[in-house]
């Protein structure tokens, strides 16, 4: 004969519960698993908005700025040797339009100091230092706003934890004692997203910062070499 062993009702109910725990367990998984950036973005709301414009702005300022100094940094080797071997037979004129047609800072800071040429030195180192400041001027623009996104995005996005805290307590004092985890995770998103995004922003802005501060200092040093080298020239004996 067959026997049936008879399982307590206790038992099937432990097993009922066990199964039902799993099965939600692997759903919650996997919605987890399925949700994109794009979703947990939309969770942070409306102050992801500012903190997306922060980093497409401060990627256009990254690229443009790299391209415009790399512009600025290009070197003719033969130039200075031009200079001076017009310089030296007087022939002012050839030397003005290599600097225009060569077209970068330290082109610009020698046509300045041959425009010079026959005044005091230190006329002429003045004046090409007030040109030298305001081409390194010229390639900073844009870097205050880098500074001011490396600062400001991760206020964003405390900014952002602070109010997805108030909203998570805000609905468990509202909803007392019924109050479950679906009733504050929109705020926990809120604030959990808000902080990532911020810090992002603000780490890309300050590495972008400091890249092109040191490619910027590089054209410096490059302008003051150029200068010393000028100057050095107008001293030599014809």
């Known amino acids: 004969m067959i026997q049936m062993e008879i399982i307590p009702a206790d038992s099937l109910s432990d ?21 994109s950036v794009f979703d947990m973005c939309l969770q942070g709301g409306w102050l992801m908005i500012p903190l997306l414009l922060l980093s497409i702005v401060s990627i256009y300022i990254l690229v443009e700025r790299s391209i415009a100094i790399r512009r600025a940094s290009r070197e003719d080797a033969t130039f200075m040797q031009r200079i001076r071997d017009y310089i030296h037979s007087g022939n002012l004129d050839s030397a003005r339009n290599l600097c225009r047609s060569t077209d970068t800072p330290y082109a610009r800071l020698i046509a300045k100091g041959i425009s010079r040429i026959g005044r005091p030195m230190n006329d002429v180192l003045v004046a090409i230092e007030n040109t030298g400041n305001l081409e390194v001027s010229r390639l900073e623009k844009g870097l205050p706003w880098l500074a001011t996104t490396a600062a400001g995005a991760p206020m964003l996005g405390f900014l952002g934890t602070v109010i997805g805290m108030v909203k998570a307590f805000y609905d468990i004092a509202s909803q007392g004692s019924s109050a479950g985890i679906s009733t504050f995770a929109d705020g926990i998103y809120t ?44 001293n030599e004996p014809a």
């Open 191 to 234: 604030a959990l997203v808000t902080t990532v995004a911020g810090l992002i922003v603000g780490v890309i802005a300050l590495f972008a910062y400091n890249y092109l501060v040191a490619r910027i200092n590089k054209v410096m040093n490059q302008l003051e070499a150029k200068t010393m080298e000028f100057m050095d020239l107008l």
């Open 15 to 35: 097993m009922g519960v066990a199964t039902m725990t799993d099965i939600t367990a692997a759903a919650a998984t996997e919605s987890v698993a399925e949700m």
